[in-house]
Nanobody
Framework: QVQLVESGGGLVQPGGSLRLSCAAS????????MSWYRQAPGKQRELVAA???????DYADSVKGRFTISRDNAKNTVYLQMNSLKPEDTAVYYC???????????WGQGTQVTVSS
């Protein structure tokens, strides 16, 4: 059974930091690109950061220089280190696993991040 379980969300003040984790099971983690998406109320889900199976990374312009995505294939876990958080970072953050051939896409249940004073 495939599972992606996010953790680490919560309430943080502007300028603070959080580290999200996504623990994967039920599939060959190392073969998948992993991503973090977020969805704020009334907005579409958007890509925040991605890391390929080979370790290449990409970020949304809005988080470049503040967020860092990483993966630990030995632990089947992907992380999102979020620094200098802003109120506009408030959203539900989702973990995503993606493989092109054969096509497989998996989603976690999401974790709430709220940035507020």
């Amino acid at each position: 059974q495939v599972q992606l379980v996010e953790s680490g969300g919560g309430l943080v003040q502007p300028g603070g930091s959080l580290r999200l984790s996504c623990a994967a099971s039920g599939f060959t983690f190392s073969s998948y690109a992993m991503s973090w998406y977020r969805q704020a109320p009334g907005k579409q889900r958007e890509l925040v950061a991605a890391i390929t199976s080979g370790g290449s990374t990409d970020y949304a312009d809005s988080v470049k220089g503040r967020f860092t995505i990483s993966r630990d294939n030995a632990k089947n876990t992907v992380y999102l280190q979020m620094n200098s958080l802003k109120p506009e970072d408030t959203a539900v953050y989702y973990c995503n696993a993606d493989r092109r051939i054969p096509r497989r896409v998996y989603w976690g249940q999401g974790t709430q991040v709220t940035v507020s004073s």
